[in-house]
């Protein structure tokens, strides 16, 4: 079972505290959790008590702030659930999503991350030595047998970074969020026209010696192994206007664990956090 003593804090503010019965699942159980400015709070616990409130690492609060949190019940984990984000999305005014909106979400894909045979792999050199010459031998191989893929994705070998990628995936941060020359050498619109299917395309923690960072008019805040800007809205509203003819279809942020780690305004800054998730709103989907 979860209880208070079994609560395991975290210094990214903790997952929101779920008690139930686990040897009895139908029971009456209770989430708390915040309601508001997730990245703004922490959570932690003892053998006999739980606490909750504004995260230590902030180094100011604005006049006004104000932050809130939910206590919430139900019958059962899957009831409980439901009825914790039916209140959530009363507070928040927003519509449940539509769980099979696009290709993305209704259709099964053939995705290239880690574990994959074609994660930083291009498999049997016969048949190529780059994505952009393997890959489309790949989708005429799965069309032949009739496997309805519905869309595709690429991981992070498919763009510059300023570093390595150790085999658990993690590493260099991203440079230029496009084609590397070595791995499609024409380019993202060359190799979406060649597969002709909605991609998924994954991002990791951006370098703070990125391109973005030298020739954009974006102001950043920049530590030794990553970078977020300090107008999260404005960046990704330009930066998902360079994409035309990709075929993008959902934007993949991973690492971001890693992005809210290494930069330290995301911890001090009260409300950077939040602004930042706020401001990927403004990609695709």
Partial sequence: ACSVGTYA??????????????????????????????????MASGARWFGAG????????????????????????????????????????KPRAD????????????WTDNGGYYHYATGDQKWGST?????????AYHDALGVPFGHWQFDSWFYPKDGGVDPGGGGG?????????????????????????????????????????????FEWYTDRKAAVPVDPHAFFMWFFKQQQGWGLSMYEQDWMCTEYDEVSALRTNLSLADLWLHGLRGGPG
Avoid: C
């Fill in 9 to 42: 804090e975290s210094h990214q503010g903790g997952a929101p505290l779920v008690v139930y019965n686990a040897s009895h699942a139908s029971l009456p159980m209770t989430i708390f959790s915040p309601l508001n400015y997730p990245k703004a709070q922490h």
């Fill in 54 to 93: 504004v995260k230590a690492t902030a180094t100011s609060i604005p006049a006004g702030w104000s932050q809130l949190f939910l206590l919430s019940a139900g019958r059962g984990i899957n009831g409980g659930f439901t009825a914790w984000g039916k209140r959530m999305l009363a507070f928040t005014g």
């Fill in 99 to 110: 769980m099979y909106k696009d290709a993305t979400h209704s259709t099964i894909g053939f």
């Fill in 131 to 139: 994505y952009e010459e393997v890959l489309p031998k790949v989708k």
């Fill in 173 to 217: 941060a991203v440079t230029n969020w496009t084609a590397d020359p070595s791995i499609f050498p024409h380019g993202m619109a060359y190799i979406q026209d060649k597969l002709g299917v909605p991609i998924v395309m994954h991002n990791r923690q951006w370098s703070p010696r990125s391109d973005y960072i030298k020739n954009e008019p």
